[in-house]
């Protein structure tokens, strides 16, 4: 009885907390359903009418696609660029003994406490605008990589992880640095560069300073963390509250689907430390 009693008290615990944290999900898929009117009274739960020309009109006339296709190039970009230099960068402070590694390892710790994205801001435009990146794509992605450290933390702590015998064999048959950093040590760390691309992936995606700042004289180029701004205020000067919500409900399609290729990965990666 005591066993059956805990058991029912967490699924309800977990349940009552899944309900609260889906309720906002709910309200605003509810909400994009709505007209502007009815959203802003706040009269009922469900609509009144179920408005489905609000995904088109969105979609089409206030060219969400644009910001939606913007934001992919923006996360793959930064993705694929985080992956690769996180997971260059890791390997070599993990096998490799350099001076000032340690340095560089606790400075870098230290500085993971500060928010670098608005500390950072300006030098870091300035800097795009001397290499004269600060009205383009690759300018846009190259800040956006990195995603605040996290992932190269994680690849360093994986690869640590990995043992250095598999190396010391691989040298023994005359392979170089290269060829074990990518034919040993990448397909282990699988597990790792699928946590690190959706910790890529979302930050790019949820990004909203950097876009704001550096596409703010190119609307062509903004993706949707600005475009939702610009569709709430953008017709006429009122609030559109209904077609933001519509954006946001789109918006989330895309890192539901992420999440859910990734899902295995964090699977690997909990399985392998509750090995460890």
Same mark, same amino acid.
């Given at each position: 009885?005591?066993? /059956?009693?805990?058991?029912?008290?967490?699924?309800?615990? #977990?349940?009552?907390?899944? &309900?609260?944290?889906?309720?906002? $999900?709910?309200?605003?898929?509810?909400?994009?359903?709505?007209?502007? +009117?009815?959203?802003? %009274?706040?009269?009922? =739960? !469900?609509? +009144? $009418?179920?408005? @489905?020309?609000?995904?088109?009109?969105?979609?089409?006339?206030?060219?969400?696609? @644009?910001?939606?296709?913007?934001?992919?190039?923006?996360?793959?970009?930064?993705?694929?660029?985080?992956? /690769?230099? *996180?997971? @260059?960068?890791?390997? &070599?402070?993990?096998?490799?003994?350099?001076?000032?590694?340690?340095? !560089?390892?606790?400075?870098?710790? &230290?500085?993971?406490?500060?928010?670098?994205?608005?500390?950072?801001?300006?030098?870091?435009?300035?800097?795009?605008?001397?290499?004269?990146?600060?009205?383009?794509? =690759?300018?846009?992605?190259?800040?956006?990589?990195?995603?605040?450290?996290?992932?190269?933390?994680?690849?360093?702590?994986?690869?640590?992880?990995?043992?250095?015998? @598999?190396?010391?064999?691989?040298?023994?048959?005359?392979?170089?640095?290269?060829?074990?950093?990518?034919?040993?040590?990448?397909?282990? *760390?699988?597990?790792? =560069?699928?946590?690190?691309?959706?910790?890529?992936?979302?930050?790019?995606?949820?990004?909203?300073?950097?876009? #704001?700042?550096?596409?703010?004289?190119?609307?062509? =180029?903004?993706?949707?963390?600005?475009?939702?701004?610009?569709?709430?205020?953008?017709?006429?000067?009122?609030?559109?509250?209904?077609?933001?919500?519509?954006? %946001? *409900?789109?918006?989330?399609?895309?890192?539901?689907?992420?999440?859910?290729?990734?899902?295995?990965?964090?699977?690997?990666?909990? $399985?392998?430390?509750?090995?460890?």
């Amino acid at each position: 009885m005591t066993r /059956i009693s805990g058991r029912v008290l967490i699924w309800t615990f #977990l349940l009552i907390t899944t &309900a609260l944290l889906m309720l906002p $999900v709910a309200l605003a898929m509810l909400g994009s359903f709505k007209t502007n +009117q009815e959203l802003n %009274a706040g009269s009922a =739960l !469900l609509p +009144q $009418v179920w408005q @489905l020309e609000n995904y088109i009109y969105t979609w089409k006339e206030a060219k969400f696609s @644009l910001y939606v296709w913007n934001s992919i190039i923006y996360s793959v970009g930064a993705t694929m660029a985080t992956v /690769i230099v *996180c997971s @260059l960068a890791a390997y &070599a402070v993990a096998r490799r003994t350099f001076p000032g590694r340690k340095l !560089l390892l606790g400075v870098y710790s &230290a500085m993971m406490f500060i928010h670098m994205g608005v500390l950072t801001l300006k030098p870091a435009y300035q800097i795009m605008v001397t290499l004269g990146l600060h009205k383009s794509v =690759l300018g846009l992605i190259i800040m956006m990589t990195g995603a605040g450290g996290t992932t190269f933390f994680i690849l360093f702590a994986f690869i640590r992880s990995i043992s250095k015998e @598999l190396d010391e064999a691989a040298m023994i048959d005359g392979a170089g640095s290269f060829y074990i950093f990518s034919r040993v040590i990448m397909p282990l *760390c699988t597990p790792a =560069l699928g946590v690190v691309g959706l910790f890529a992936f979302r930050g790019a995606w949820n990004n909203y300073i950097l876009p #704001l700042v550096f596409t703010m004289s190119q609307p062509h =180029l903004q993706p949707i963390t600005v475009g939702l701004t610009n569709i709430r205020y953008g017709f006429g000067g009122a609030v559109q509250s209904h077609l933001m919500l519509t954006g %946001a *409900c789109i918006s989330m399609i895309p890192m539901l689907i992420i999440y859910i290729l990734a899902n295995k990965s964090f699977v690997q990666m909990n $399985v392998g430390a509750v090995k460890g």
